[in-house]
């Protein structure tokens, strides 16, 4: 916030004027268990230690939980230069266990080309690649074919999934006001009949299902 804001018609005003409250620092008694509350002189600095810092360190560690710990795909950044001082031939083994059916050679040949990968680039570079396009550049595909292959995978691959966005936005149609006492099964039904709307689907089928599941829905058949 800064000390003068604007009204409705440009003109500009004061706190004291629009009888907004100024910023502060929390109040600070004794051991405070339900909140941060590291000391600070101004309200800027108390923010920035009680919110601002937390968050950003909530947000790194989420993200390397959630990035490279939670998902062996991942572990193939490893492949990437600026990464090669964290590359081994332990983790060279579980790139390959996950990238087995896009690399096309056999472990023993995989980690050959770790070997001489390492080779050529283990040292001191002026001009060492930063990400994973510039060593897609640098790459000889013919001499690293797995490296290579890999490394194209991993470059088409997202980082995140929309599916479970996907299903609260179906819910939300499908669930409504006047379906609300809807049981799981039926939401369920419906939520994949909404998302996968392109799949055809036999009606005669299922009518047939249908119609099987108690005798007195047989006449449905005829």
Partial sequence: MTKETTQ????????LQLNLPQPSISRNRGAQRNRPNEPAHTPSEYWKLNMYLPFVDHLIAELNTRLLTTEPRFVAQQLILKNIAQLT??????????YVDDAHVTKDE????????LAKWTGDFDDIPNNLQETLNVINKDLYPAIFQILNVFACMPVSTA???RSFCTMRRVKTYLRNTMKTNRLSGLGLLNIYREKQISADTVLDIFSREKERKWSLMF
């Fill in 8 to 15: 409705k018609f440009g003109t500009p005003c004061t706190f």
């Fill in 89 to 98: 031939l332990a983790v060279g083994d579980i790139i390959f266990n996950e």
């Fill in 110 to 117: 995989f980690r050959s080309e770790i070997r001489r990968w």
């Fill in 163 to 165: 599916t479970a966005e």
